[in-house]
């Protein structure tokens, strides 16, 4: 009888919430489907894809668009099928059996994940109390634990924090042996703290961005590393050929192409996460042995400790408003306004009633 192996045999299929929700806020995808104008080019776009053909292998065009949009030089860009494909990759073949990387907690589960796929040796690192990260702790454990990488999202998801660039700067130049992989998923919705424009100057560094968040597309799957040169060849190297798909890329080269729109885009997820931020904060006011703590959000969602994280969490369901549990905190991202009004509503109903 055939068996499979222990790292594999009890696993189960990821499971994100499905079904029909009125409201789902529990991916942190953008509030927004492409405007009427973007989905008329979009089609356009997709009536020409050479469906027979096989896509381009590296993905030049949304690499050239994206690019652009952030002012960066295309030859230090890699295309991945989402970034969830590149930390598979870069974890899998930048790191050799037995060799250590460092995670954060709380940080974003799938980095751990895949180290454990890939008989990596995984160590965690614990945030403080209020989930700051204290960087001298955490470049001592690097260095105690002899980790060949790092891998951390900045700004974090879930606890909604960034660390800013004086910070990032010392952990990179603190492991210069070190891989240290930035998930920078977020860093769209927290202005002049990326370190994209500073990649350059670091030969141990791979930033990811994602299509999925500030971009709105997290339907069709794309991600970005950018890296060195010689880290982004071998990148390119191992990945599949056909790792992106001609649809995709035709969608993403329009949707980056057009900065006007991204921008008005990412502005207006923005505003609306300040507006419900300061709603929950008020709801906190009223209710502070409920709502413990409210974070600082630089994200696109809010994170909230609570003791009555399962309560509220299933008597959201119940009014068809999907959000996501953390044990002892929730996690809700930014809807359209209209959104934001009904969650509150219904949050405070719950809240009350405790
Ligand atoms: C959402 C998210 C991603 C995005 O992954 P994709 O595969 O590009 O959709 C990556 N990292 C973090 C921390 C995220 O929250």
Known sequence: ?????????????????????????????????????????????????????????????????????????????????????????????????????????????????????????????????????????LIQFCLDKNAKALIFSNPCNPTSLGLDKVEVRKILKSLPNCLVILDEAYMDFWKNQSMLEEIQNYDNCIILKTCSKALGLASIRMGFAIASEKITNALKSVKSPYNTDSVSQAIVTTVLSDKFYVDIHTNQIIENLIEFKNDILKLQEKYPNVLEEVYPSVTNFVFIKTPYDEIIFNKMFEHSIAIRRFKGYLRISTGTKYENAEVLNVLEEIISKL
């Open 1 to 137: 009888m055939y068996e499979l192996n222990k790292k594999i045999s009890n696993l189960e299929p990821y499971k994100a919430i499905d079904g029909d929700y009125k409201i789902r806020l529990d991916a942190n995808e953008s509030c927004f489907n492409l405007d009427e104008t973007m989905l008329q080019e979009v089609s356009k776009v997709v009536s020409k894809v050479a469906f027979n053909r096989y896509p381009d292998w590296s993905a030049k065009e949304p690499i050239k668009a994206f690019a652009n949009l952030y002012s960066l030089n295309e030859n230090l860009i890699t295309a991945g099928n989402g970034s969830d494909e590149l930390i598979s990759i870069i974890e899998s073949c930048f790191l050799e059996t037995n060799d250590t990387i460092v995670t954060l907690s709380n940080d974003f589960s799938m980095y751990a994940f895949y180290s454990s796929l890939y008989e990596v040796n995984v160590e965690v690192f614990q945030k403080e109390k209020d989930l700051t990260i204290n960087v001298d702790k």
